[in-house]
């Protein structure tokens, strides 16, 4: 595996400087190699199963068991600690998982892990002293280095399985495109076990030797905290995150002077969100574009080449095209479904072979199931999900361009829009709003407010207030959970 021995190589050949800084401690380079190795003798003598489970909290911890997982030639599975206990009992049960490390306060809140399944605690384990050195097992480039389960929209999660040479594809193409070096520091609140913060906030500053600082828990006031302290050059984040930095009173431009690298993934970005950062820090808020079975990322909207609402033009060595449902090849900004093709997509889903062969077209292409269109500058556009799209009055019609409506209205902190079934128009919007703080509920005021940039048949039919909209474990709005409707990841 070219991508562990050039980790090692970093940890090994840089032993005294500090690769990571979590919430409890900073981490040289040897620490995470010694400490892996500790752990790598402690998992060959629990488990000879192929794969090794790991539930830890974003942290120097989760490097340390990547290490030691490989070192021994087996699968990494990070388990998602945030779902509930039964879906968590199947991931486990699907991967085959006779071992997990994690830590305590993980097993407080998830319980004892299921019968069969051994517990590795990593704040009961002694890293005293230097163990045996060994080798690392050997494995062909197209082993399966990690299962990512997908939060499973629909239907139970599906492990995606991304060989040694996807993920070192992915780390090549994000650090050439967006010139990542050991110059470089990072700051990371993303969960290790999503793959945006498993690929570029883990695998990427192991691999090119810069600092990354993680927090595990995504707090405004912590967050701006460490951009004082670190300053960091790079922040990849979620767009609601944004959304709540631009919230917090303390924040202030200085905070982000040290960033030259702003990147919102994971959702769309509310232009509402883009233009308020740039308003009140002067800084430009640049969106990029990935999904699990990439690896993550296929696009990035670099400041250089700054589009609005643009993800980007592909990452090196990336083909992308836009079809029609009946697979013909589109246009310049015309709009269908983005396909992908590259060293970094998927082998497939863990045994669903059926469900593999259907999201490759005949030429190789992941067909992403997300809408979108091409410019003739090769950027993309991301225009909704296939699954989420709305059929009002014979009419098309995505949650996505509903919601930046809602969205902007000073009111309104976060929306979301799915259908409910109307006899006459087959479909209707129903809108469901999270409010600012103090701000009162006036739904006749937002269908005033819908009105004004929206066809009369894409105004809500009705809005709902809640308290807190329902949202998975990155924080990206959860529609599935709001009752009947269709919805993407």
């Given at each position: 595996?070219?991508?562990l021995?050039r980790?090692?190589?970093?940890?090994?050949?840089?032993?005294?400087?500090i690769?990571?800084?979590d919430d409890q401690r900073?981490?040289?380079?040897?620490?995470?190699?010694?400490?892996?190795?500790h752990?790598?003798?402690?998992?060959?003598?629990?488990s000879?199963?192929?794969?090794?489970?790991?539930?830890?909290?974003?942290?120097?911890?989760?490097?340390?068991?990547?290490v030691?997982s490989?070192?021994?030639?087996?699968t990494?599975?990070?388990?998602n600690?945030?779902?509930?206990?039964?879906?968590?009992?199947?991931?486990?049960?699907?991967?085959?998982?006779?071992?997990?490390?994690?830590?305590?306060?993980?097993?407080?809140h998830?319980?004892?892990?299921?019968?069969g399944?051994?517990?590795?605690?990593?704040?009961?384990?002694?890293f005293?002293?230097?163990?045996?050195?060994?080798?690392?097992?050997?494995?062909?480039?197209?082993?399966?280095?990690?299962?990512?389960?997908?939060?499973?929209?629909?239907?139970r999660p599906?492990g995606?399985?991304?060989?040694?040479?996807?993920?070192?594809?992915?780390?090549?193409?994000?650090?050439?495109?967006?010139?990542?070096t050991?110059?470089?520091?990072?700051?990371?609140?993303?969960?290790?076990?999503?793959?945006?913060?498993?690929?570029?906030l883990?695998?990427?500053?192991?691999?090119?030797?810069?600092?990354?600082?993680?927090?595990?828990?995504?707090?405004?006031?912590?967050?701006l905290?460490?951009?004082?302290?670190?300053?960091?050059?790079?922040?990849?984040?979620?767009p609601?995150?944004?959304n709540?930095?631009l919230?917090?009173?303390?924040?202030?431009?200085?905070?982000?002077?040290?960033?030259?690298?702003l990147?919102?993934?994971?959702?769309p970005?509310?232009?509402?969100?883009?233009?308020?950062m740039?308003?009140?820090?002067s800084v430009t808020?640049?969106?990029?574009?990935?999904?699990?079975?990439?690896?993550?990322?296929?696009?990035?909207?670099?400041?250089?080449?700054?589009?609005?609402?643009?993800?980007g033009?592909?990452?090196?060595?990336?083909?992308?095209?836009?079809?029609?449902?009946?697979?013909?090849?589109?246009?310049v900004?015309?709009e269908?479904?983005?396909?992908?093709?590259?060293?970094?997509?998927?082998?497939?889903?863990?045994?669903?072979?059926?469900?593999?062969?259907?999201?490759?077209?005949?030429?190789?292409?992941?067909?992403?199931?997300?809408?979108?269109?091409?410019?003739?500058?090769?950027?993309?556009?991301?225009?909704?999900?296939?699954?989420?799209?709305?059929i009002?009055a014979?009419?098309?019609?995505?949650?996505r361009?509903?919601?930046?409506?809602?969205?902007a209205?000073p009111?309104?902190?976060?929306?979301?829009?799915i259908g409910m079934?109307?006899?006459?128009?087959?479909?209707?919007?129903?809108?469901?709003?999270?409010?600012?703080?103090?701000?009162e509920?006036d739904?006749?005021?937002?269908?005033?407010?819908?009105?004004?940039?929206?066809?009369?048949f894409?105004?809500?039919?009705?809005?709902?207030?809640?308290?807190?909209?329902?949202?998975?474990?990155t924080?990206?709005?959860?529609?599935r959970s709001?009752?009947?409707?269709?919805e993407?990841e």
């Amino acid at each position: 595996m070219r991508l562990l021995k050039r980790i090692l190589r970093r940890l090994i050949f840089l032993p005294t400087r500090i690769a990571v800084v979590d919430d409890q401690r900073a981490w040289k380079g040897i620490e995470i190699y010694i400490g892996a190795l500790h752990l790598a003798k402690a998992i060959e003598k629990a488990s000879d199963r192929p794969h090794v489970g790991v539930m830890l909290p974003t942290s120097g911890m989760f490097p340390l068991a990547l290490v030691a997982s490989w070192l021994l030639g087996r699968t990494i599975v990070p388990l998602n600690y945030l779902l509930s206990r039964e879906e968590l009992e199947y991931v486990i049960a699907d991967a085959e998982l006779d071992v997990v490390v994690t830590v305590t306060p993980m097993l407080e809140h998830f319980g004892e892990m299921p019968e069969g399944v051994k517990s590795l605690k990593l704040d009961e384990m002694s890293f005293k002293g230097f163990p045996p050195l060994r080798k690392s097992v050997s494995r062909p480039e197209d082993f399966i280095a990690v299962l990512l389960y997908t939060s499973g929209t629909s239907g139970r999660p599906k492990g995606v399985m991304l060989t040694a040479a996807n993920l070192l594809a992915n780390v090549e193409q994000c650090a050439e495109c967006a010139n990542f070096t050991s110059r470089d520091s990072l700051l990371g609140v993303l969960p290790q076990f999503h793959s945006f913060g498993f690929t570029v906030l883990t695998l990427l500053p192991l691999s090119v030797g810069c600092r990354v600082v993680y927090t595990a828990r995504f707090n405004p006031r912590k967050l701006l905290s460490l951009m004082q302290k670190h300053r960091p050059t790079a922040f990849i984040a979620i767009p609601s995150m944004y959304n709540a930095l631009l919230s917090a009173k303390s924040a202030a431009a200085d905070d982000f002077s040290s960033f030259r690298l702003l990147l919102a993934g994971g959702e769309p970005l509310p232009e509402a969100v883009a233009s308020g950062m740039k308003e009140r820090f002067s800084v430009t808020l640049n969106e990029g574009y990935g999904l699990t079975e990439t690896a993550p990322v296929t696009n990035i909207c670099l400041p250089k080449m700054y589009k609005a609402k643009s993800v980007g033009p592909p990452l090196p060595r990336i083909e992308e095209k836009i079809i029609t449902p009946d697979g013909k090849c589109l246009g310049v900004d015309e709009e269908g479904e983005i396909c992908i093709k590259g060293p970094n997509i998927m082998k497939g889903y863990y045994k669903l072979p059926e469900e593999t062969a259907k999201v490759f077209d005949d030429e190789g292409y992941f067909k992403t199931g997300d809408m979108g269109r091409i410019d003739a500058d090769g950027h993309l556009y991301i225009t909704g999900r296939i699954k989420e799209m709305l059929i009002i009055a014979g009419e098309n019609v995505f949650p996505r361009e509903i919601e930046e409506v809602l969205d902007a209205h000073p009111s309104v902190h976060a929306s979301a829009v799915i259908g409910m079934m109307d006899p006459s128009r087959g479909e209707v919007a129903l809108a469901f709003v999270e409010l600012e703080e103090g701000a009162e509920f006036d739904e006749k005021e937002l269908r005033s407010h819908c009105r004004k940039s929206l066809g009369q048949f894409k105004v809500p039919r009705e809005i709902r207030v809640l308290d807190e909209l329902p949202r998975n474990a990155t924080g990206k709005i959860q529609r599935r959970s709001l009752g009947v409707g269709t919805e993407g990841e």
